[in-house]
């Protein structure tokens, strides 16, 4: 009975011990979320869900990868420390083409991975961004920022933005665009030039000699005109313009045709052609070249 009541005090002992060391020997829980990506379960790590959280952000996702659309945009307001502001909105068509310029020059920056140099609280310059479905992007120049004779001495860095969306913050380097948010912005005419709405005159004229069918195409219009054997008479002219309709989503559809113009022989049409579905970057240009 003795030895009985001795083995079983020494599982009893053995038994606690191994549960104790089993205790020890476990790890410290790896935090994982599960994702379907690509029709797959994917197991990520704390970190990569942050990142993955990050790369979410549609418009840095867009920006990242050069497919930023103007029409996701309502209105730009740039505004500097000193009170002066502009605002364009989607809704005039002379504003929508520096909307449109500013996109172009995002989706033409490259993106910078390593560090952001230092944001003020009160920048130079600042470029917001309402978009349609809610969100405010901020554009600003990035700062290098030293300490002299101690006072913080920040200073803007040449070419390179700060562009914030929902508190991330990425770092871009345009050139054009850092130009234009610290001084070309005030530069923008309000409203078209005289040049332009001589332009458009002619144009309205010459599109009204073709069928009632291509009345839409009326956005951003172009004219050339060189003359008939130089005889300042007659002129050939050459005019081309967009659909209004694709102003509203979707692909814009390009008008060209040229007309002969004469005192002699009136008006007669010729080459009128449609391209289907041309570039972003050839509507672009044909609403104004941005060098």
């Known amino acids: 009975m003795k030895k009985m009541h001795c083995l079983l005090l020494f599982i009893l002992y053995f038994v606690n011990h191994t549960v104790v060391f089993a205790q020890q020997e476990i790890r410290q829980p790896v935090f994982v979320t599960q994702q379907f990506i690509g029709g797959n379960l994917v197991y990520l790590t704390k970190e990569e869900d942050e990142i993955k959280k990050y790369t979410k952000e549609p ?63 009160n920048p130079s310059n600042k470029l917001t961004l309402n978009m349609s479905n809610g969100d405010v992007i901020t554009i600003e120049p990035a700062y290098l920022c030293t300490d002299e004779n101690n006072k913080n001495i920040c200073t803007e860095k040449e070419g390179d933005l700060i562009v914030s969306n929902n508190q991330h913050k990425v770092k871009v380097i345009s050139p054009d665009l850092f130009d234009w948010i610290l001084v070309e912005w005030r530069k923008e005419p309000k409203g078209p030039a005289k040049e332009e709405l001589l ?93």
């Open 59 to 121: 418009f840095l996702e867009q920006l990242a990868s050069h497919a930023l659309e103007y029409e996701n945009i309502q209105n730009i307001k740039i505004e500097n420390k000193s009170g002066l502001q502009r605002r364009f909105s989607m809704n005039d068509g002379y504003e929508e083409r520096v909307i449109r310029k500013v996109i172009y020059w995002l989706n033409n920056s490259k993106l910078v991975s390593e560090g952001i140099e230092e944001t003020i609280n």
């Open 199 to 291: 332009e458009e005159a002619l144009y309205t004229r010459y599109l009204y000699q073709l069928d009632p069918s291509y009345s839409d195409f009326i956005m951003c219009p172009k004219i050339h005109i060189e003359p008939i054997d130089g005889d300042t008479r007659r002129h050939i002219v050459f005019a081309s313009a967009l659909n209004y309709s694709g102003h509203h989503g979707g692909d814009y559809d390009k008008l060209t045709f040229s007309v002969s113009d004469s005192n002699l022989t009136g008006l007669q049409i010729t080459n009128v052609n449609i391209q289907k579905h041309i570039s972003q970057e050839e509507s672009l240009e044909q609403c104004r070249n941005f060098d």
